[in-house]
């Protein structure tokens, strides 16, 4: 546990996959009772407190779960003990969960609140300091009693993330807040309710050059309420063709232009950043946007801690590290993203471009989700990053990037962002299904042909797998693979 005392609220999210498991547990058609428990990381920020679902314990009926000394049921002394156990050995949280009839709203009983009062002090201290607590579920409700070292906290919402990512109220909530009449023919497709849900969104661009800047764009235009925007770079004058918003004076392009290198490098130097830029388009777009701009690297952890209460990401930079960092984010703390890139292969001998792919590789928490390890896409080397000493890091780091000196052309920029731009808007506002395939999108440009690539999985992964050493859903829990000392 931090040393910070817990004054904000408490969420929980977990991945598609566990919450279609527990959910046919819960509701298998009998309308009886039945219980569970589920182990969770924990992630603090100053938005509060995200507890990470990582593992589930399915409690067998009459056998972990059984008739009670107070209430109709419980979960049976050793069951309570076993999972607790895993949850102290692990460093992770301990969450009782049953369900109740209904389905759009749910309440703990009064025999539920008494035994979380007769057991919870109890099981905190065992678990060293949890969080500990229960969950009730109806069908599309869930209510929480959360217990830290701090105190008691009702959980505020349930968040499940997967194509199509929702929250889960204990009660149904209020009808949509007013809504701008200038999203009038969005409400015609998602309604005002999908208005409200992407102007309650936090997201995290990772780069701001050409894909990064269409992005920051397009999300600020569809009404994305708070963005984090992350760049360590100025501009430069041959970035002009293709940063949006970007302009001449941005650049100090009579100085960039010069033929003396002082000049140039004053011109440099005078350059605004591009985070800078990127605000005033989102904006004018949407002048009301909460409007986070960090001109630093994600391979720093300060930096990349910024993103952990985000509930999207976007990475459009291409180095390696970046690209580590950004899939444990997406893996450890359970924020859906997306990755966005353009590779151009040119023969130098033939002298002529060989390849143009532009890739679209939508990463979700989980096997299966788009890992970038298990798609190769972050090299196997890196893997071994945290074991290799300060000097020998440095060595390898950006030993490739591709956009350092790589052909870039705003039209190829677009056909990689545009997909995952939509992707936000449909997972978000309910218009994918949950069981629509995210698959990674490859674009052969030259051949005019788009290809769909099923996400490659590995069980074993340290980062998407559930085995012990995994960092999945371990939130503050584990060590992001970020740099020792900041650059
Ligand atoms: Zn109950
Ligand atoms: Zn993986």
Redesign the pocket.
């Known amino acids: 546990m931090g040393t910070e005392p817990l004054t904000t609220s408490v969420t929980l999210r977990i991945d598609r996959a566990l919450f279609s498991r527990l959910q046919a547990h819960l509701f298998p058609g009998d309308s009886d009772?039945h219980g569970a428990v589920i182990a969770v990381g924990v992630a603090e920020s100053a938005a509060g407190t995200r507890l990470l679902a990582r593992e589930l314990f399915l409690a067998r009926d009459g056998v972990d779960y059984v008739p009670g000394e107070f209430?109709y049921r419980a979960l049976s002394a050793r069951f309570v003990a076993e999972t607790s156990n895993y949850c102290r050995v692990r460093n992770l949280g301990y969450l009782a969960v049953?369900c109740?009839g209904g389905s759009n709203q749910v309440a703990?009983?009064g025999?539920?609140l008494g035994s979380h009062e007769r057991g919870y002090p109890a099981l905190l201290a065992v678990t060293n300091g949890g969080p500990v607590g229960a969950l009730?579920f109806a069908q599309n409700a869930v209510a929480g009693d959360i217990w830290t070292v701090d105190g008691r906290r009702p959980l505020k919402r349930l968040t499940v993330i997967g194509p199509h990512t929702r929250d889960l109220y204990p009660e149904p909530g209020d009808a949509p807040s007013y809504i701008s009449p200038i999203y009038q023919r969005h409400s015609l497709l998602f309604g005002s309710a999908g208005q409200e849900i992407l102007s309650g969104l936090k997201v995290g661009i990772v780069g701001l050059g050409g894909g990064g800047s269409l992005l920051n764009e397009w999300l600020s235009r569809l009404g994305v309420g708070h963005v984090v925007a992350i760049d360590r770079e100025r501009l430069d004058h041959t970035n002009l063709p293709r940063v949006v918003g970007a302009s001449r004076r941005d650049c100090a392009a009579w100085l960039q232009e010069r033929r003396w290198s002082w000049l140039r490098r004053a011109g440099q130097r005078l350059a605004r950043r591009k985070v800078d830029i990127a605000r005033d388009v989102a904006t004018r777009a949407k002048p009301d946007i909460i409007y986070e701009r960090i001109f630093g690297d994600i391979a720093d952890e300060h930096v990349a801690r910024r993103l952990t209460d985000t509930d999207f990401i976007y990475l459009a930079t291409d180095n390696i590290q970046s690209r580590l960092v950004f899939n444990a984010l997406v893996q450890q703390y359970l924020i859906p993203g997306a990755q966005v890139g353009v590779k151009v292969l040119v023969d130098s001998l033939a002298r002529r471009v060989a390849n143009i792919t532009t890739a679209t590789r939508s990463v979700l928490p989980g096997v299966g989700g788009g890992c970038l390890v298990c798609q190769e896409v972050v090299p196997s080397d890196s893997l071994q990053e945290e074991a290799l000493d300060d000097d020998e890091r440095q060595a390898q780091r950006y030993v490739e990037d591709p956009e350092v000196h790589a052909p870039s052309v705003i039209t190829l920029n677009v056909l990689s962002a545009a997909q995952a731009a939509n992707d936000l808007m449909m997972m978000f506002t309910g218009l994918y299904d949950d069981d629509v395939k995210m698959t990674q999108h490859l674009n052969f440009v030259g051949s005019r042909q788009l290809k769909e690539f099923a996400p490659l999985a590995h069980e074993s992964c340290i980062w998407c797998g559930t085995m012990d050493h995994a960092k999945y859903a371990c939130g503050d829990r584990a060590r992001l693979p970020c740099r020792q000392k900041p650059s």
Request: hydrophobic share 20%.
């Open positions: 009772e209430g049953h109740h703990f009983s025999d539920d009730v």
